[in-house]
């Protein structure tokens, strides 16, 4: 019986060890004084007043956004108390945006919304984060068609946004 035990103990160690080892992998931690995330290696970061963050390649972009709490304030009924639902719901009203934020499966407080730029499609993955006094958007985006084949990936690279 001790045998058995100590086989599934290895058994679910490896497979533990597996998962984790490709959670991260083709991806770049990026990392800051307010957070650290990790996305695609092969991403251009460029350099934009107003956002924390602005990554890109040829098919997604990733941007990084925050608000502080404190500052809000003076134009909101908010505090350090206001969850993070009630933040998205604000964020929802004040884009009259009529898709919901909803819980991922990964753990991601997040709305998927498309929007015309300049006749072109896009496809948006947004989460809401909060951390250190300050809540965050973080947003994900592809041309409308290849919404499918990037939706997961999205999921996942939000999955790792961390506040210091």
């Known amino acids: 019986m001790k045998k058995i035990i100590i086989c ?11 998962g984790c080892s490709n959670q991260y992998e083709g991806l770049s931690k990026i990392e800051n ?19 924390d963050y602005v990554g890109y390649d040829e098919n997604t972009s990733f941007i990084v956004f925050h608000e502080v709490i404190s500052d ?7 505090s350090e ?8 719901e604000l964020i929802r009203q004040a884009n009259q945006m009529d ?6 499966k990964n753990g991601n407080l997040a709305v998927q919304y498309e ?7 896009f496809f948006y993955y947004t989460a809401v984060k909060k ?10 985006s592809c041309l409308k068609e290849d919404a499918q084949k990037h939706t997961e990936n999205f999921s996942r690279w939000l999955s790792t946004f961390k506040t210091y």
């Open 8 to 18: 599934l103990i290895t058994v679910l160690m490896l497979f533990a060890t597996i």
């Open 33 to 51: 004084e307010l957070f650290e995330v990790y996305i695609p290696d092969t991403y251009n970061e460029q350099k934009k007043d107003g956002y």
């Open 72 to 78: 809000l304030q003076q134009y909101i009924d908010i």
């Open 81 to 88: 108390e206001t969850t993070l639902q009630e933040y998205a």
């Open 99 to 104: 898709e919901e934020f909803e819980m991922d």
């Open 115 to 121: 929007s015309n730029v300049d006749g072109v499609d």
């Open 131 to 140: 951390g250190n006094g300050n809540f965050y958007i973080v947003t994900c």
